[in-house]
């Protein structure tokens, strides 16, 4: 590369971000621009980074889509770093506009050809990547409706049928129809989803319902 590349960190843990820093100024080609906890805070400046290494689950409630959507009309490219803790969190990043999605624990030098590849403005493939590809259930033929996925995410998450319905513009009736043909392709399919429980299980593990976030 003829031009040195700048390559800042949103992650809110300080460590990760000293160890980046670390790893980013022993490389030739790029220099470290600045840490920021939040992606507000990041692009609250003029931009000032080519390279953004965002951390998949930030405390601030926010999204991977609304976060990658934000640095990308900065006009920085994001590679995406992960503990791989969330496959939720970690598929839907996978549907954003990232150059990859890198571990954290990759070794020091896995991680440099990471940076230096997405400095470069090429994809970083990876596992965790190519896994959320191939097993995300949003981009292959899912068993279930947007509309059922909607109403398996809101009732999951605790709202009774009747609340669903409200946030929804639907009737009562028409959610527990939804709900129904749920659970009959869950049994189909071999995994039960009688129960709330069940639901919300079969929902985390399609990538339909978040997991519960780190605090």
Do not use: C
Not at 7 to 27: G, I, P
Not at 100 to 124: N, Q, T
Request: hydrophobic content about 45%; overall charge negative.
């Amino acid at each position: 590369m003829t031009n040195t590349v700048r390559v800042s960190v949103v992650d809110d843990h300080e460590l990760v971000a000293v160890a980046v820093r670390a790893l980013v100024e022993a490389t030739p080609g790029v220099q470290f621009g600045r840490h920021e906890r939040t992606v507000s805070a990041m692009v609250h400046r003029m931009r000032d980074a080519d390279v953004v290494l965002l951390d998949l689950s930030l405390r601030d409630d926010s999204t991977p889509g609304e976060n990658v959507a934000a640095l990308r009309a900065w006009g920085a490219q994001v590679l995406v770093l992960t503990s791989a803790e969330n496959p939720f969190l970690v598929r839907e990043a996978s549907r954003t506009d990232i150059l990859g999605i890198a571990r954290k624990s990759l070794p020091g030098e896995g991680l440099a050809r990471a940076i230096l590849a997405a400095a470069a403005g090429e994809h970083v493939p990876s596992i965790e990547w190519a896994s959320a590809l191939d097993t995300d259930p949003l981009l292959s033929a899912a068993p279930l409706t947007a509309r059922e996925r909607e109403v398996l995410a809101l009732y999951a998450s605790g709202m009774g049928a009747k609340e669903v319905g409200a946030a929804l513009f639907v009737s009562e009736n028409t959610v527990n129809d939804h709900l129904r043909r749920i659970r009959g392709v869950y049994q189909q399919l071999g995994r039960p989803a009688a129960t709330k429980v069940e639901l919300y299980q079969r929902g985390i593990e399609d990538g339909f319902v978040p997991a519960p976030r780190r605090v």
